[in-house]
Nanobody, 121 residues
Framework: AQLLEDGGDTVQAGRSLRLSCGPS????????MGWYRQAAGKERELVAV??????TIYSELVRGRFFISSYPMKRWFLQMNNLEPGDTAVYYC?????????????????WGRGTRVTVSP
């Protein structure tokens, strides 16, 4: 199963972007869905995660500017407002759960291939 992201772009500081993610198959259950990012030369870091019991956690670096939302069990989004050059990174969507592809379940952690966000000063 694959996760497919889109929405990455090059923008000026202060602008907004919306990232979107969806599976190549059908999600039957999940415990977490969210977004991570990796800047050049740095470790991959959590941006935002949504738990199936409703709690949402944001990185301190993005809280108040970024917002995660979803169409339950179908797609999820990352609304990024007031972007800063420090937000420049490749953004990866993530799911811990089960995705059915060709009538076969694939359980565990699933990652997208990443979408690049570049914020210029």
């Amino acid at each position: 199963a694959q996760l497919l992201e889109d929405g990455g772009d090059t923008v000026q500081a202060g602008r907004s972007l919306r990232l979107s993610c969806g599976p190549s198959g059908t999600i039957s259950e999940f415990s977490q869905m969210g977004w991570y990012r990796q800047a050049a030369g740095k470790e991959r870091e959590l941006v935002a995660v949504m738990y199936n019991f409703g709690q949402t956690i944001y990185s301190e670096l993005v809280r108040g500017r970024f917002f995660i939302s979803s169409y339950p069990m179908k797609r999820w989004f990352l609304q990024m407002n007031n972007l800063e050059p420090g937000d420049t990174a490749v953004y990866y969507c993530y799911l811990r759960g089960t995705i059915w592809v060709n009538e076969q379940p694939e359980a565990g952690e699933h990652w997208g291939r990443g979408t690049r966000v570049t914020v210029s000063p």
